[in-house]
Nanobody, 115 residues
Framework: QVQLVESGGGLVQAGGSLRLSCAASGRTFGSYAMGWFRQAPGKERDFVSRINRSGNIYYADSVQGRFTISRDNAKNTVYLQMNSLKPEDTAVYYC?????????WGQGTQVTVSS
């Protein structure tokens, strides 16, 4: 399995921006689909965005138009640019990877949006 390490979380005011990064181990990063999920306190882990190895991209309706996922295969890294942040975006954000099913997970990074 691929090892994933997220970074870039923090505290930001509503309307602000953050960029999350997820660094992956291994030499086959380009063959993986990558994704971001989030889990707010007391809630289930929810899908945020996904980028396939083909470059196809998907977003949850709640972040469409505000978040942008991208990947740099040369750096084995996937990013999540988050703009126009809202208090309801507060959660632990997890990076995930997999050939088809996203079944490898990072440890998560906390994002807190204050009103």
């Amino acid at each position: 399995q691929v090892q994933l390490v997220e970074s870039g979380g923090g505290l930001v005011q509503a309307g602000g921006s953050l960029r999350l990064s997820c660094a992956a181990s291994g030499r086959t990063f380009g063959s993986y689909a990558m994704g971001w999920f989030r889990q707010a306190p007391g809630k289930e882990r929810d899908f945020v965005s996904r980028i396939n190895r083909s470059g196809n991209i998907y977003y949850a309706d709640s972040v469409q138009g505000r978040f942008t996922i991208s990947r740099d295969n040369a750096k084995n890294t996937v990013y999540l640019q988050m703009n126009s942040l809202k208090p309801e975006d507060t959660a632990v954000y997890y990076c995930a990877a997999g050939v088809t099913t996203l079944d490898s997970w990072g440890q998560g990074t906390q994002v807190t949006v204050s009103s």
